[in-house]
């Protein structure tokens, strides 16, 4: 684990929700949940989270994460993208497949801006128009030529993919890379139930810390797994997301 503070800070930016990658809109069929009453009570959610996290976030996205770090770590494009054509055929519901690759197109979108934003300080051009960025300075050659095949449609640009390699750019071990991810993923399906009027702040504090010790045991669980292993098993969650789009009513975009 590293205590570089540019790191450390850049794990903080890529697990808050401030960070504009589109994360706000989706609930991951949670709100179907609340809308069919299938979560009474902060146990039912507690319950649903740590599902989520042991057959989705942590044999899926995280191995995806992991996998896409290490690729990035040695410069291996081809592995990268093999990594990206997995997970895209593992992530069966078309909501999920559609959330996770436009917030990785996004955050791409905000690592090229930080790119042209550096370059033009060290041409001495005043550019200022977007300050919500991320430096692709330290990102090396796979990092544009993942952009650019995600910008060209050659790579479907899942938002796992994307966050292992700005993470590997910028000084995150794998481990806490996984764990800024999951964590992000947690924080933002309860903020998405209190915003649906269902829990308070200080329930869903408490449990974000309950569901502390899941976060830690499912990353350091799969960090190390290889791509083949990636898999998700989560139905009623993927029927949930597939009805979700049909609801009479719906305050989130997934």
């Known amino acids: ?6 790191s450390f800070l850049t794990a903080l930016r890529l697990s808050d929700s401030f960070l504009p990658v589109g994360g706000y809109t989706a609930s991951y069929g949670l709100e179907q949940y609340l809308n069919e009453d ?4 902060g146990d039912d959610l507690q319950e649903l989270i ?3 996290l042991r057959r989705v976030v942590g044999p899926c996205e995280t191995v995806a994460l ?3 770090h290490a690729a990035s770590a040695d410069g291996d494009c081809e592995r990268l993208l093999a990594v990206d054509e997995r997970l895209h055929a593992v992530m069966m519901p078309r909501e999920f497949r559609e959330s996770s690759t436009k917030a990785g197109a996004k955050l791409c979108e905000l690592l090229e801006s930080g ?3 550096v370059r033009s300080d060290v041409s001495g051009e005043d550019d200022r128009s977007d300050d919500a960025t991320l430096s692709a300075a330290d990102g090396g050659d796979v990092t544009a030529a993942v952009a650019e095949k995600i910008d060209h449609d050659a790579t479907p640009g899942h938002y796992p993919v994307v966050f292992g390699v700005v993470a590997q750019a910028r000084g995150l071990s794998r481990l806490e890379a ?3 991810h999951a964590y992000s993923f947690v924080t933002g399906l309860l903020g998405a139930a209190q915003r649906l009027g269902r829990f308070g702040h200080t329930e869903i504090q408490s449990l974000l810390e309950t569901l ?9 669980q799969h960090v190390d797994d290889d791509i ?4 998700s098993f989560a139905p009623l969650a993927e029927i949930m997301g597939m009805r979700h789009e049909s609801a009479g009513r719906r305050l989130f975009m997934s």
């Open 38 to 41: 299938r979560i009474e009570d």
């Open 115 to 117: 790119s042209s934003r």
């Open 178 to 180: 996984c764990l800024a």
């Open 228 to 231: 083949t292993a990636m898999a």
């Open 50 to 52: 740590a599902a989520y």
């Open 212 to 220: 502390r010790p899941v976060i830690a045991t499912v990353c350091e």
């Open 1 to 6: 684990m590293t205590t570089d503070p540019a």
């Open 66 to 68: 992991a996998n896409a």
